[in-house]
């Protein structure tokens, strides 16, 4: 199951497994076995590594998607509220998206 995950995750993002086993300092042959076998039972260390290495939290390996989703959805819920509350509206959004953007790449 986990496997299955991790290597959604890593053929969405276009890695391959030596780039990702690479990318988490595993072994290509263990992260192989991971994806392939469901009796290998990686340690909450190696699911970081290769969390870290996808650019995810192991919550995203671990959880379900739709989990995800819907745990994303009440976060951008209440972080639009907490800007009603703020008298922010969506121009005000718009221009600090844009300055995230422009620190983000400076």
């Known amino acids: 199951m986990i496997g299955n995950r991790i290597k959604q995750l890593r053929e969405k993002r276009g890695y391959t497994l030596t780039k990702l086993a690479q990318e988490a300092q595993i072994s290509k042959s263990y ?3 991971l ?3 469901p009796t290998v039972n990686p340690s909450l260390y190696i699911l970081s590594k290769i969390a870290a290495a996808l650019g995810i939290t192991t919550d995203h390996l671990i ?3 739709q989990l995800i989703q819907s745990e994303t959805k009440n976060e951008w819920t209440e972080f639009l509220h ?3 509350k ?3 509206n969506k121009v005000d959004l ?3 998206h ?3 953007g422009t620190k983000k790449g400076g």
Do not use: C, Q
Request: hydrophobic content about 35%.
């Open 94 to 96: 718009l221009k600090f």
């Open 63 to 65: 959880k379900p998607e």
């Open 82 to 84: 907490e800007a009603e």
């Open 31 to 33: 992260l192989s076995n």
């Open 98 to 100: 844009h300055y995230l």
């Open 86 to 88: 703020a008298s922010m």
């Open 35 to 37: 994806e392939r076998k």
